[in-house]
């Protein structure tokens, strides 16, 4: 009966089409069950602040992209420190990465002009179909996880083969075309970083065909009358090759490290860089794929666009594994091979918070 009774309160929150906003604008004070994040359920959460980190000068680290090709010393020092950074947290920041501030600042008003317009208008856009190349929801694994989050997502496929120009939300259609053009050059040099710190060549990931694709996902978190009693998001890590986020002011992002929850202060200009599972796999675990989440404030609306490089929509057969010039008899593999589509479809059929998918890869 339990079961029954939830299954319907999603179903009815479901059928509504209006969000998580939906029902802040209809003035609930109490958020609804299927929202409530049992503190029994982790250790990871009890009323947020269990294993929260007291030292606040704790951050991840920030790499300056100044002068990237200005000589070999210089990029060799950048490397080294994303090296560091990929293997000791699975998170850093960067700024002066090439993406200019107003461009960032006008994809956060048309994420913000897109979830606040009149509904009818956002309604055009609900689904559930992950296979399209835009759509707009609630929790795209609302009916796999154990418990709702508080956000709304716009999800947009930009590439190989981005959405023609009619089919992308009128709200925030420019915005999002010139931000993802920026930031998929940021993702090739990330690309090529990440190489270099694995001691490979710097194109060796894009040969591989790690970036041909990225998808953006414009989450908006409204403020909560109840934050203490659920998440914007539940522990998880990204199941892509890295994501690359942009961030308002608010804050509310963490970090698991080291068994404490570590918060990830927004910083003026700086874009957040965190490891995927697949590049987890790749590196034979020499780079991590770190957990994270995102409170539930009572303020907002709090406001972030991640972008995913993952080609998870397109149906290629590609089989990624740990790459062999890593490996040798002191550093066997892992993981067994797998395609992109096949480990994102193993991960979205748990829902967030489930067992680490990549331990369903594990040798």
Same mark, same amino acid.
């Given at each position: 009966?339990?079961?029954?009774?939830?299954?319907?309160?999603? %179903?009815?929150? !479901?059928?509504?089409?209006?969000?998580?906003?939906?029902?802040?604008?209809?003035?609930?004070?109490?958020?609804?069950?299927?929202?409530?994040?049992?503190?029994?359920?982790?250790?990871?959460?009890?009323?947020?602040?269990?294993?929260?980190?007291?030292?606040?000068?704790?951050?991840?680290?920030?790499?300056?992209?100044?002068?990237?090709?200005?000589?070999?010393?210089?990029?060799?020092?950048?490397?080294?420190?994303?090296?560091?950074?990929?293997?000791?947290?699975? &998170?850093?920041?960067?700024?002066?990465?090439?993406?200019?501030?107003?461009?960032?600042?006008?994809?956060?008003?048309?994420?913000?002009? =897109?979830?606040?317009?009149?509904?009818?208008? %956002?309604?055009?856009?609900?689904?559930?179909?992950?296979?399209?190349?835009?759509?707009?929801?609630?929790?795209?694994?609302?009916?796999?996880?154990?418990?709702?989050?508080?956000?709304?997502?716009?999800?947009?496929?930009?590439?190989?083969?981005?959405?023609?120009?009619?089919?992308?939300?009128?709200?925030?259609?420019?915005?999002?075309?010139?931000?993802?053009?920026?930031?998929?050059?940021?993702?090739?040099?990330? =690309?090529?970083?990440?190489?270099?710190?694995?001691?490979?060549?710097?194109?060796?990931?894009?040969?591989?065909?790690?970036?041909?694709?990225?998808?953006?996902?414009?989450?908006?978190?409204?403020?909560?009358?109840?934050? !203490?009693?659920?998440?914007?998001?539940?522990?998880?890590?990204?199941?892509?090759?890295?994501?690359?986020?942009?961030?308002?002011?608010?804050?509310?992002?963490?970090?698991?490290?080291?068994?404490?929850?570590?918060?990830?202060?927004?910083?003026?200009?700086?874009?957040?860089?965190?490891?995927?599972?697949?590049?987890?796999?790749?590196?034979?675990?020499? &780079?991590?794929?770190?957990?994270?989440?995102?409170?539930?404030?009572?303020?907002?609306?709090?406001?972030?666009?991640?972008?995913? =490089?993952?080609?998870?929509?397109?149906?290629?057969? %590609?089989?990624?594994?740990?790459?062999?010039?890593?490996?040798?008899?002191?550093?066997?593999?892992?993981?067994?091979?797998?395609?992109?589509?096949?480990?994102?479809?193993?991960?979205?059929?748990?829902?967030?918070?489930?067992?680490?998918?990549?331990?369903? &890869?594990?040798?």
């Amino acid at each position: 009966m339990v079961d029954y009774d939830r299954v319907k309160e999603l %179903k009815a929150f !479901d059928d509504t089409k209006a969000g998580v906003k939906g029902l802040v604008d209809a003035g609930i004070v109490h958020i609804p069950e299927i929202f409530v994040t049992p503190a029994i359920i982790e250790n990871e959460f009890s009323a947020q602040n269990l294993n929260l980190c007291s030292d606040v000068n704790i951050q991840i680290p920030i790499i300056d992209l100044d002068d990237i090709n200005k000589d070999n010393f210089r990029r060799r020092r950048i490397v080294d420190e994303v090296g560091e950074a990929c293997e000791t947290w699975g &998170f850093f920041q960067v700024v002066n990465h090439g993406v200019p501030q107003h461009v960032m600042d006008e994809m956060i008003r048309g994420v913000r002009r =897109f979830n606040e317009q009149p509904n009818e208008i %956002k309604m055009g856009f609900y689904s559930r179909d992950h296979m399209k190349k835009v759509f707009f929801n609630s929790n795209f694994d609302i009916y796999q996880s154990k418990v709702a989050n508080w956000r709304d997502t716009l999800a947009c496929l930009m590439a190989p083969n981005p959405p023609s120009g009619d089919e992308l939300p009128d709200a925030c259609r420019e915005e999002l075309l010139q931000y993802s053009e920026h930031v998929k050059r940021l993702g090739y040099i990330i =690309f090529e970083l990440v190489a270099e710190a694995l001691g490979l060549e710097p194109n060796h990931l894009l040969d591989m065909e790690c970036a041909k694709g990225h998808f953006i996902l414009s989450h908006y978190y409204p403020p909560c009358p109840e934050p !203490d009693r659920t998440l914007g998001i539940t522990k998880h890590t990204d199941p892509d090759f890295f994501t690359i986020l942009l961030q308002d002011h608010i804050g509310g992002l963490q970090i698991y490290h080291q068994n404490q929850w570590i918060n990830i202060h927004p910083v003026t200009g700086a874009l957040v860089i965190n490891l995927g599972d697949l590049l987890q796999l790749l590196s034979n675990d020499k &780079f991590k794929s770190a957990e994270h989440r995102v409170l539930a404030k009572h303020i907002g609306p709090r406001i972030s666009v991640a972008c995913f =490089f993952t080609t998870q929509l397109q149906p290629f057969d %590609k089989l990624y594994g740990p790459i062999k010039e890593l490996l040798s008899d002191e550093n066997p593999p892992l993981y067994k091979e797998t395609t992109v589509r096949n480990y994102v479809s193993y991960y979205n059929s748990n829902g967030l918070g489930a067992r680490p998918s990549l331990l369903h &890869f594990r040798l």
